[in-house]
């Protein structure tokens, strides 16, 4: 017998655990968030020596909305261009559906739209799991937020006025 790889299949169960943990830490860090529906940024997380992190609302229908998380902040050091820089600048955009209560990576660091599944091998150096890998990194990202980050006072007094 040769040797033949199995064509990778998603696990859907660890899919919608990660998509389901990930909408629940979305609705810790922003209780409100089901109910704006105006586009426009929603709140930053700071942190201690760290980039703050942009939280921007960028499409919103009755169930679902469309998210997007940008680093912020990075002091560029003299010896980084501009090239080096633009991968330490992460940005996510997120569907998040409110009536299956989860979240999902639709896009994130530079990518356009993410397949489920790359093949492999492909030009840009992709994992077959990337969008996996990435469902997964934007829950340990959420972690942090919650753990680590401080919400906008002033969101907190804006929401009124997004809805």
């Known amino acids: 017998m040769g040797n033949f790889?199995?064509?990778y299949s998603p696990d859907l169960r660890s899919f919608m655990a990660v998509s389901t943990t990930n909408y629940a830490k979305f609705m810790k860090l922003l209780p409100e968030m089901a109910s704006i529906s105006?586009?426009?940024?929603?709140?930053?997380?700071?942190?201690q020596k760290q980039p703050s992190l942009a939280i921007s609302l960028l499409?919103?229908?009755r169930y679902t909305q469309t998210v997007e998380l940008k680093q912020q902040g990075f002091k560029q050091p003299e010896f980084q261009q501009g090239e080096?820089?633009?991968?330490?600048?992460?940005?996510?955009?997120?569907?998040v559906y409110h009536d299956a209560k989860m979240a999902?990576?639709?896009s994130g660091v530079h990518d356009s739209m993410l397949p489920p599944v790359f093949k492999q091998p492909?030009?840009?150096m992709k994992q077959v799991d990337e969008k996996a890998q990435l469902n997964?990194?934007?829950?340990?990202?959420?972690?942090?937020?919650?753990e680590y980050g401080e919400v906008d006072i002033e969101y907190k007094t804006q929401l009124a006025f997004l809805s």
């Not at 105006?38 to 942190?47: C, G």
């Open 5 to 7: 790889q199995k064509k």
């Open 38 to 47: 105006k586009i426009a940024p929603l709140t930053q997380v700071h942190f």
């Open 59 to 61: 499409q919103a229908s």
């Open 84 to 95: 080096v820089l633009k991968h330490l600048h992460r940005t996510f955009c997120v569907r």
């Open 104 to 106: 999902e990576v639709l």
């Open 122 to 124: 492909n030009p840009e």
């Open 136 to 146: 997964r990194f934007l829950g340990e990202w959420l972690s942090f937020c919650l």
